[in-house]
């Protein structure tokens, strides 16, 4: 999924938020840890009323749901679309009647009773394959992501991007509130909205999109590629 986040103007201008006292270093643990926390936080639908075709004009699909929703975004609301409208506008598609699979691919998809062009496709659009076994091909994209057949099935192809706010949150050396210094965790902020979009934005939910409002980001040049764990900490490489 692709998520962006619209600003507050109680940001300073470097996309920080400003401050006029200083922090003890506990008082700033206990603000550290709370930042992520939200006395509500909604979940707001955004169903389309037609098939995203390419070249269409995103923005304005989804303005035109604001608008039948009755919604507005608001400072902090943070946009989720799931990653198969963007595809689909960007004309991310290929004909599988072009596709002439390898011998290898034929074998694999006979096998397993796969569709042995959309195994040589997912193959075309990685760099490199991490686990092949009971029909499942697990890859590397050529952008560092790790899945199933490179993103690739019948409908779309991978698409995913964070802007506005930080996708990671790193807790190592805050204190949790027993005291205990914390060594390891880092928060995957980004795919837990992703996920969180989900509940509403299901595979036969036909909406697209959602407004995530009531939790406080941290704001900053954020990107999908924050997520990619270097390849010799990653159990999957």
Not at 110 to 129: A, K, Y
Not at 158 to 163: K, N, R
Request: proline letters at 5%; hydrophobic letters at 35%; a positive charge.
């Amino acid at each position: 999924m692709r998520i962006s986040t619209l600003k507050s103007r109680s940001e300073s201008t470097n996309g920080s938020f400003a401050s006029s006292h200083r922090k003890t270093p506990h008082s700033q643990d206990r603000k550290n840890n709370s930042t992520s926390r939200s006395p509500e936080l909604r979940i707001i639908p955004l169903p389309l009323d037609a098939e995203v075709r390419p070249g269409a004009a995103l923005a304005t699909l989804l303005l035109n749901a604001l608008q039948r929703q009755k919604q507005k975004l608001v400072a902090g609301d943070i946009l989720v679309l799931k990653h198969k409208i963007v595809s689909k506008a960007e004309g991310q598609f290929v004909k599988l009647d072009n596709i002439r699979p390898s011998a290898s691919s034929c074998a694999w998809a006979l096998r397993h009773n796969l569709d042995p062009r959309v195994i040589e496709l997912g193959l075309t659009q990685s760099q490199r394959i991490i686990r092949r076994k009971r029909g499942v091909l697990i890859t590397e994209t050529r952008h560092g992501l790790v899945c199933a057949n490179s993103g690739v099935d019948v409908s779309n192809v991978t698409a995913i991007g964070v802007a506005g706010m930080k996708a990671l949150h790193d807790y190592r050396q805050q204190r949790d509130p027993h005291g205990y210094t914390l060594k390891a965790t880092i928060e995957a902020i980004a795919d837990e909205l992703a996920c969180a979009a989900g509940l509403v934005c299901g595979k036969l939910a036909r909406t697209p999109a959602c407004i995530i409002r009531g939790f406080r980001y941290r704001p900053g040049p954020g990107s999908a590629s924050d997520l990619i764990r270097p390849a010799a900490t990653d159990l999957f490489r």
